[in-house]
């Protein structure tokens, strides 16, 4: 999460979109790095959630309970389906790429972040050898025809992969 936080500082971006929460720990970082951006958190948040001994959990409660708790005010949490939304709802200069992992999703959700004609996106598990990682293979060399301004992998469990798009205009 330091790295999360540590990636979010240096954007400062004004409007951050994830695409994944479950029970908001990411978006603790990002909204702490950047408390005066607006935030929206996009999952499933399946209310029959488990914990590894299988007592049941509630990610969307947890989610606002932690945002309360810490003080952020500028947030909204939206229950969708990332394989259902056609577009993302609104701009924004940040974008997380956090939900599942598998080829299939990760790669549709690269294609969704554009929709928000986003300055930056932020992809998790960015080393996934058997999901996410070839989907972002895929999604630079078919997708982005020389849109890429540059891209920075960020070590960490798993990796993580910021991409900063050319000529995006200020959200």
Not at 25 to 48: C, K, Q, R, T, W
Not at 57 to 83: I, T
Not at 94 to 104: K, L, N, P, S
Not at 128 to 151: C, H, M, W
Request: hydrophobic fraction near 40%; charged fraction near 25%.
């Amino acid at each position: 999460y330091k790295c999360f936080y540590a990636v979010c500082k240096t954007i400062s971006p004004k409007k951050i979109i994830e695409m994944g929460v479950c029970g908001g720990s990411s978006a603790d970082a990002y909204l702490s790095a950047a408390p005066e951006a607006e935030y929206l958190g996009i999952d499933v948040f399946n209310s029959n959630t488990r914990h590894d001994d299988q007592s049941a959990w509630d990610p969307y409660d947890v989610a606002r309970r932690l945002f309360e708790s810490r003080g952020f005010q500028n947030y909204q949490l939206l229950k969708a389906d990332l394989r259902s939304l056609s577009s993302l709802p609104y701009r924004a200069d940040f974008v997380i790429v956090d939900a599942a992992h598998d080829f299939d999703s990760a790669y549709g959700d690269l294609k969704l972040a554009m929709t928000a004609s986003p300055t930056f996106i932020f992809v998790d598990d960015s080393d996934d050898v058997n999901g996410a990682k070839p989907a972002i293979e895929r999604f630079l060399s078919q997708e982005l025809n020389g849109r890429v301004a540059y891209t920075v992998h960020i070590a960490y469990m798993g990796g993580g992969l910021v991409i900063k798009l050319k000529n995006t205009d200020a959200v």
